[in-house]
T-cell receptor
């Protein structure tokens, strides 16, 4: 099927290494941020979220860091696995609407 | 969590025709959202569909091109009208009961 990541920046990571995907946002008033994973042929899947009163939140193998000073968000994936191969989008809540960033394709090297 | 079903999952349509996409949620939700994802791109919000009122469209999207219905709290439709090849995209509906959940999308190809 058609890939949704053909024109998106790509991050290539060795299997077992940690991945760091970065995202910049524009609206300093945004107070809720979400990372999504989208596999080919599927809709976006929620990974982890963070509110603006936090600067770090951890999930299973994933960590989101929020730097409000420079309006920067990152997603860290520990011990990257082949199943992590997908397109990752950051998104922000603006007036109860989820607005997506550009996305990054994560490619896992064997 | 919410389970969202979209129909059709894909379609190939002739230019100049219209296609109506259905979105069914397994629980009642106040707001439903329609997105477009053009090939190789991120998701762009088309409109917000609230039950009992007209949809609210984002900049660059108009009701004549993308009419939306929201007859009840579990269902919405998006119509892509007078289609051209530029409308070839994946169209997704979403709900936000806390976290945003997405349907699998409708992959539309206009020829």
């Amino acid at each position: 099927g058609e890939s949704v990541g053909l024109h998106l920046p790509t991050l290539s990571v060795q299997e077992g290494d940690n991945s760091i995907i970065n995202c910049a946002y524009s609206n300093s008033a945004s107070d809720y941020f979400i990372w999504y994973k989208q596999e080919s042929g599927k809709g976006p899947q929620f990974i982890i979220d963070i509110r603006s009163n936090m600067d770090k939140r951890q999930g299973q193998r994933v960590t989101v860091l929020l730097n409000k000073t420079v309006k920067h968000l990152s997603l860290q994936i520990a011990a990257t696995q082949p199943g992590d191969s997908a397109v990752y989008f950051c998104a922000e809540d603006r007036d109860d609407k989820i607005i997506f960033g550009k996305g990054t394709r994560l490619h896992i090297l064997p | 969590s919410a389970v969202i079903s979209q129909k059709p999952s894909r379609d190939i349509c002739q230019r100049g025709t219209s296609l109506t996409i259905q979105c069914q949620v397994d629980s009642q939700v106040t707001m439903m959202f329609w997105y477009r994802q053009q090939p190789g791109q991120s998701l762009t919000l088309i409109a917000t569909a609230n039950q009992g009122s007209e949809a609210t469209y984002e900049s660059g999207f108009v009701i004549d091109k993308f009419p939306i219905s929201r007859p009840n709290l579990t269902f919405s439709t998006l119509t892509v009208s007078n289609m051209s090849p530029e409308d070839s995209s994946i169209y997704l509906c979403s709900v936000v009961p806390g976290e945003a959940f997405f349907g699998q999308g409708t992959r539309l190809t206009v020829v």
